[in-house]
């Protein structure tokens, strides 16, 4: 099996942006749903973004108007664009994906079965 792997993360200053990329083929439930979360230094696991087999999205508060989740037509790879970042946005970003048919939301990404090894993003202020 594939491992999901995520790039595109880096060091911006506040109200920049960045695109991150998940190869996706590995995840066994991508055509079910695929996530984004986070994790900053001594915090928990944050639930950003989530898309399922029908393209619908949801969004964290937090991130909603700036961030946009998307994929691929085959499903392959996985995005965020993130844009107007801030400094709280720091930290280590995962594409998910559940191994069972649980709900597909942003709020559940942090407990999904499947991960990548993380990408960094730091936002300087």
């Known amino acids: 099996q594939v491992q999901p792997v995520e790039s595109g993360g880096d060091s911006v200053q506040a109200g920049g942006s960045l695109r991150l990329s998940c190869a996706a083929s590995g995840f066994t439930y991508r055509y079910y749903c695929m996530a984004w979360f986070r994790q900053a230094p001594g915090k928990e696991r944050e639930g950003v973004a989530s898309?399922?087999?029908?393209?619908?999205?949801t969004y964290a508060d937090s991130v909603k108007g700036r961030f946009t989740i998307s994929k691929d037509h085959d499903q392959k790879n996985l995005y965020l664009q993130m844009n107007s970042l801030k400094p709280e946005d720091t930290g280590m970003y995962y594409c998910?994906?559940?191994?069972?048919?649980?709900?597909?939301?942003?709020?559940?990404?942090?407990?999904?079965?499947?991960r990548g090894q993380g990408t960094q993003v730091t936002v300087s202020s």
């Open positions: 998910a994906a559940p191994v069972t048919f649980e709900t597909c939301n942003y709020g559940a990404a942090p407990s999904f079965g499947d």
């Open positions: 898309i399922d087999m029908d393209g619908s999205t």
